[in-house]
């Protein structure tokens, strides 16, 4: 046994240290990932060079010592907003402030009492995977009033409150900006009350005020997505995929009505994610005559051969005449015209309830802490802020600007102007909106191009119709299969005869190639696994057969969609160009791939489904050990070398520790561990989670590490292990996936439209230009095409991840609310930004 150094303090130090740091990071220091966070690395500084002064700001040096804080949320409940609640608590304690619940929303806040009571960190314990808000909230008139308003400055003042976290929509944001805004004349009306004394007013002069937006309708102006938005497709695409069954068996029509009274967000991309036939939201009302287009493309898709169809509807939803459209007049519609046996379903609140999705405890995590953050920082003269997302990065933004622009939707809807109300709603809607158009809309043999050969604007001649290529390379990942049916539509939407081949670069050299319909990729976008089949062969000793292949079926461009083998082979055909002119066409990757272990993208298609499966059994894993006290869990997940599984999963799943290859450990720190565990079962915690990354260490295995818990815990708990496996890669893929995989997918097409059309020229397509290759990733902000030749120098290939893995930056926020002791960088904090306003009306928003 390990005895020969004196156990380490309740709150150890780890270190954080990196393999392969990349020579980039540096100049991404000015930008903050909103997933990532902000973490510090004293490691990567180096001697080269002479020193120079560190400006940087660690949350070590921000202290909460005499600041108290409260939250509460208030309105309509979302999944997610545990996980906020919980970070906030734990981030306050972290630094040093006292942290409260307010119960009952803003009812608790004019109530006060038991209502307000001081929160600990065990009292935040397992509440990450319960839906809801176990808080409490309430929608309270009596805070719509001065005299209410009154209450809830007292009860604050009494405890010294001056920073306050609100969870809730926009009116409950609107609702706290006022209460700080009156705060100066409140506290004077209590003094001449005699309610309190001149020190009271003086030590509690500022109150400061930030917001996170939870609503599961996602009808807030200024973040990409509300905190239990997710949760709440999950809910919807679970009830669909139910109802497809027994709609198929039956040949039935469904009509499904989904929540967004003033918002169809959940409407339009729940269509998206399913493959609904036709979707009502109050954003987009229908054009006069749309009873008769709708039942012409319901009869349509019966007439090829398709057994079913679905119609979602928001519960907002109106026609062009603000006449509101109901499930039951859309059924008495179908059946009259068509004589369809058609079904209603209203799914009304089971939307709200659940656990959260994974990508909904990040999230509330996230903004948990960067709300206290906020709140460290602010000063007298700091505005209302509200914490949003946008792309894949963290932002404040002032409170008051988000929810003008949110009145100023309703407005511009009110008012008929409905492309200036999509434009309100912000970059997601506007992608969303397009993507659904652009796969929507099926065009006649006779309105698709033929081939033949058109006028330039430049009086050259240009090619309308190619034959472009898709498929997928590398292990299967949930999601696969809805990008193809999106690449499929959108090309044959573009005029291209699309081929799909079998069997990855394999099955190109064998002439596994077909062509592939509208028709045939129906119902794809809720499979799992690869349709099309898959395989991980690299095609570097099949390049002869493969160009072979392109010559004879004529292809004149390539889409594959896969993982790090689709990265590889990409640059070996690229790299082949001069050898086998074949080669010289556009070929562009989408990476799909559950490791999300890909250079030049921030996320890949099938990691999210993966990190939906590993949270979803660490719950359950948990919940068989509620009648067990003291057990700890180790737990291994896949990735191979890369360790972002592990490590945002188990920031989803609320473990005490995570192991990652990136991160070098040694026996020392497992002993912390292990003492770290010891000291948790003393409280009233007493359970553990521990994940390893399959490839983490080859001597500290998942057996020796079971082995040396259960061997060190001895009389204090006792240990189980658990394989993940190929669970991982199976299942329906996540709502965020087939949404992801279908736009990543229909932004590659149009591309490919673009690159085939310039490359045209002398009768043939010929390109060996560095940006003809390119892989299409998601970095940061926004979607971007790079050339892969270019993302070499970003790879490390021996252990096939990148060199610069952003979410590592996220392991310092996972430890902080595990109760240890790290380093954290907050540099970038307190940098308030602004609401994008309303663009040109000539603006057409791209894919």
Not at 291 to 312: G, H, V, Y
Not at 569 to 581: K, T, V
């Amino acid at each position: 046994m390990l005895r020969s150094s004196p156990p380490p303090p309740p709150l150890p130090r780890v270190k954080y240290l990196r393999r392969s740091p990349s020579p980039q990071v540096a100049s991404h220091k000015s930008s903050s990932s909103f997933l990532a966070g902000r973490c510090g690395n004293s490691d990567m500084a180096g001697n080269a060079g002479p020193k120079r002064q560190d400006t940087r700001k660690f949350v070590e040096n921000l202290s909460g010592e005499g600041k108290c804080i409260a939250v509460l949320t208030s309105g309509g409940d979302a999944q997610g907003m545990n996980a906020a609640v919980r970070a906030v608590v734990r981030m306050g304690i972290y630094v040093g402030a006292k942290v409260y619940f307010i119960h009952e929303g803003y009812q608790g806040m004019v109530d006060g009492g038991d209502n307000i009571k001081e929160a600990t960190w065990e009292s935040v314990s397992s509440m990450l995977q319960v839906g809801g808000t176990v808080i409490g909230s309430a929608r309270c008139k009596e805070f719509r009033t001065h005299e209410g308003r009154l209450k809830a400055a007292h009860n604050l003042v009494q405890r010294g409150i001056t920073n306050l976290c609100v969870i809730g929509g926009d009116g409950s944001l609107t609702g706290a900006n006022l209460f700080r805004e009156e705060w100066s004349g409140l506290l004077n009306e209590l003094l001449e009350q005699g309610l309190i004394n001149e020190e009271a007013v003086s030590s509690n002069s500022v109150l400061h005020i930030v917001g996170m937006v939870g609503s599961i309708d996602n009808d807030f102006c200024g973040t990409d997505m509300t905190i239990g938005t997710d949760s709440a497709l999950h809910r919807i695409i679970e009830v669909v995929d139910a109802i497809m069954t027994t709609a198929q068996s039956h040949q039935r029509t469904f009509v499904l009505e989904v929540m967004g009274r003033h918002c169809g967000y959940l409407a339009l991309v729940s269509a998206l994610a399913c493959g609904a036939d036709w979707v009502f939201i109050p954003e987009m009302p229908p054009d006069d005559g749309w009873e008769d287009n709708m039942c012409q493309k319901l009869s349509e898709n019966r007439a090829d051969k398709k057994r079913l169809n679905i119609i979602i509807v928001a519960e907002g939803a109106i026609d062009s005449h603000n006449k509101a459209i109901t499930p039951d007049c859309i059924k008495d519609l179908v059946v009259r015209c068509l004589g369809f046996d058609t079904r209603v379903t209203i799914l009304g609140h089971v939307q709200r309830g659940g656990t959260p999705s994974a990508f909904d405890r990040i999230l509330g995590s996230r903004m948990g802490v960067e709300a206290v953050l906020a709140l460290l920082e602010a000063s007298t003269d700091t505005p209302a802020c509200v914490v949003s997302l946008v792309g894949n990065q963290a932002v404040r933004l002032p409170l008051m600007e988000c929810v003008q622009m949110t009145q100023e939707v309703q407005k511009a809807m009110d008012e008929k102007k409905f492309d200036e109300a999509v434009r309100l709603r912000g970059r997601s809607f506007e992608n969303n909106l397009s993507t659904y158009r652009l796969l929507s809309y099926r065009k006649l043999d006779s309105e698709l191009p033929n081939g033949v050969e058109e006028e330039a604007g430049d009086g050259e001649q240009c090619h309308s119709s190619f034959n472009v290529a898709v498929l997928n390379v590398g292990a299967p990942a949930a999601g696969m299969n809805a990008a193809v049916r999106s690449a499929v539509r959108v090309g044959i939407t573009e005029g291209h005869k699309m081929f799909a081949v079998n069997d990855g670069f394999e099955g190109f050299a064998k002439g596994q190639i077909k062509e592939i319909k509208w028709g045939d990729v129906g119902g794809w976008t809720g499979q799992g696994g690869s349709l099309l089949g898959t395989k991980r062969t690299l095609p570097a000793k099949r390049l002869a057969k493969i160009a072979e292949q392109m010559r004879i079926h004529n292809i004149n461009a390539l889409l594959v969609i896969g993982g790090f083998e689709a990265y590889v082979g990409l640059l070996e055909l690229s790299s082949a160009r001069d050898e086998y002119p074949e080669f010289c066409v556009p070929m562009v990757m989408v990476p799909a791939t559950v490791s999300n272990n890909i250079p030049g993208s921030d996320l890949s298609i099938g990691s999210d489904t993966a990190l939906n499966a590993i949270t979803d059994t660490c719950d359950r894993i948990k919940q068989s050990a509620s009648g067990t006290k003291r057990r700890v869990f180790i737990i291994e997940t896949m990735g191979g070398y890369c360790g972002y599984l592990a490590t945002v999963g188990g920031l989803a799943a609320g473990a005490d520790t995570v192991y990652i290859y990136e991160e070098a450990f040694d026996i020392r720190d497992l002993q912390a561990n292990v003492e770290h565990l010891t000291q948790k079962m003393k409280t009233t915690i007493q359970r553990g989670l521990v994940l390893r990354n399959e490839n983490c260490n080859e001597n500290f295995t998942t057996d020796f590490i079971y082995q040396l818990y259960s061997e060190e815990g001895r009389g204090v708990f006792d240990c189980r292990k658990n394989i993940l496996g190929h669970m991982q890669q199976g299942g329906a893929p996540s709502p965020f996936d087939r949404n992801f995989g279908t736009k990543v997918a229909a932004k590659a097409m149009q591309w490919i439209t673009r690159a085939l059309k310039e490359s045209y020229k002398g009768g043939k397509v010929f390109t060996n230009a560095e940006d003809t290759a390119c892989l299409l990733g998601m970095r940061r902000r926004a979607m971007v095409f790079q050339p892969v030749a270019q993302l070499r120098e970003e790879t490390d290939f021996e252990h096939r991840i990148p060199k610069d893995q952003w979410w590592l930056k996220l392991r310092p926020l996972m430890k902080i609310l595990a109760k240890y002791k790290t380093s954290y960088d907050v540099s970038d904090a307190g940098q308030l930004e602004h609401v994008t306003r309303v663009r040109p009306k000539d603006f057409q928003p791209s894919v």
